[in-house]
């Protein structure tokens, strides 16, 4: 068998500024402050990127560490009371549904998500883009489980094979638009197929060292080659 797991945001996925104006503004409102644009890393947790924002508008770092559980709740109940709009403010990716609903067709191939996003936002992007089915949430990874990107992949593999059975996650393929979606894979001896659909460009994509590296999904054959280079044995009924 082979375990997918696929980063959200990016990757999936564009959810437009809303993520962002959600971040910006609860942050301020926690501090008292005018919320304002800041660089936020791609790839990192929902942890670190709350975190970071609020040192950024002036926190330090006893009262951002103070603020951060409000913060994270504010995130999932905000971003709940946009969900009619999500969709119409967003977009899948190209090729996106085609490679999932593939993949769902592919003997041995279980599919989930490795993401920086909480469990409950992971929910609600999915279910607002119809990609959940037929990705397996019960198997999914998030900036619940852990802030640290890498230590995510073991929680997957575990609950993937509490699912499915032993070698569910064996191999395991990440597909992701970072370069700590690569560094993540690495750690943890993965396979690890890039998309330059984020802000991180195909260069330096590339000179993190993925195994492929792909500039959309867009075409089907290609992406399929790139997430399972081989037969893959077995049957996942998802």
């Given amino acids: 068998m082979t375990l997918v797991l696929w980063d959200i945001d990016q990757t999936l996925l564009d959810a437009g500024t809303l993520d962002r104006e959600v971040w910006f503004t609860l942050c301020g409102d926690l501090l008292g402050v005018p919320p304002r644009p800041v660089h936020v890393v791609p790839g990192r947790t929902i942890r670190q990127i709350l975190r970071a924002i609020l040192r950024e508008y002036g926190a330090d770092a006893a009262t951002a560490e103070r603020l951060l559980p409000e913060a994270l709740r504010l995130e999932v109940e905000r971003l709940a009371a946009e969900r009619p709009r999500m969709a119409s403010r967003g977009r899948l990716l190209p090729g996106v549904r085609a490679v999932v609903e593939a993949l769902d067709r592919t003997p041995g191939a279980v599919q989930s998500v490795l993401t920086g996003n909480q469990a409950a936002t992971t929910r609600l992007k999915l279910a607002a883009f119809g990609l959940a089915p037929p990705l397996d949430l019960r198997v999914a990874a998030t ?20 699912r499915y059975g032993p070698g569910t996650a064996t191999p395991t393929v990440l597909v992701g638009d970072s370069v700590l979606d690569i560094e993540a894979a690495r750690a943890n001896g993965a396979r690890v197929v890039a998309v330059a659909t984020g802000i991180t460009s195909r260069a330096d994509l590339t000179a993190a060292g993925p195994d492929a590296v792909l500039d959309d999904l867009a075409d089907l054959r290609a992406a399929l080659t790139a997430i399972l280079p081989s037969p893959v044995p077995g049957h996942a009924g998802q």
């Fill in 143 to 162: 900036g619940t489980d852990d802030e640290h990107r890498p230590s995510l992949v073991p929680v997957a593999r575990s609950r993937a094979e509490a």
